[in-house]
């Protein structure tokens, strides 16, 4: 959530693997619009051990000694990702059933979490960005919950495709504000 304090406020010597993570994101986004279907059961199993690897960085970050300001964020969203993550991971044909109804659970997490750094981080440049997110974060979570209560893997697929996308242009946005300035380095 506050991964710029983390990096020396705007000086973060790997801002480029946060680009690199959005990138890539994007790629996936892109193939699973292709194969909605034959992806469905794939998705929750490589979204589960996503969420378990998300909460195992979000565990470190928060536990390390230069732990940012709002560390408990990143302590109760790694808890949060790694349970929701393993319970996914744990049985597929439960996790295909519940699939809808985790996402929903997940993107209405991320949505508030990136609104509350949003409201946070108002000084840097992308700060809108953030609101933004949290903001269709939140409305995704929505139509996850409505594709659960109808049993729409097609439409649940294609909310996914189109999270993964839009998040993983997020994702570019704010490396490039990680990004080092020659002039104020921190070093």
């Known amino acids: 959530m506050n991964a710029m304090k983390i990096c020396c406020d705007n000086n973060c010597k790997a801002w480029w693997i946060v680009a690199l993570v959005g990138i890539l994101m994007m790629v996936c986004g892109i193939a699973y619009w292709f194969w909605p279907l034959a992806g469905y059961s794939v998705a929750s199993m490589l979204f589960g051990w996503m969420l378990v690897a998300t909460g195992v960085v979000q565990l470190v970050v928060s536990s390390g000694i230069n732990r ?29 059933s519940l699939f809808p109804y985790f996402l929903a659970a997940v993107f209405v997490y991320w949505g508030v979490t990136s609104l509350i750094a949003a409201v946070v981080n108002r000084g840097y440049r992308f700060w809108w960005l953030r609101l933004i997110n949290g903001l269709l974060m939140l409305f995704i979570g929505f139509f996850f919950l409505e594709a659960g209560f109808l049993q729409d893997i097609l439409m649940a697929s294609t909310l996914v495709s189109l999270a993964f996308i839009y998040w993983g242009i997020t994702m570019v946005m704010t490396s490039l504000d990680m990004k080092p300035i020659e002039e104020d380095r921190c070093d």
């Open 68 to 96: 940012p300001r709002n560390w408990g964020w990143w302590l109760v969203g790694g808890v949060l990702d790694i349970f929701i993550g393993f319970m996914l991971v744990r049985n597929v044909v439960l996790s295909e």
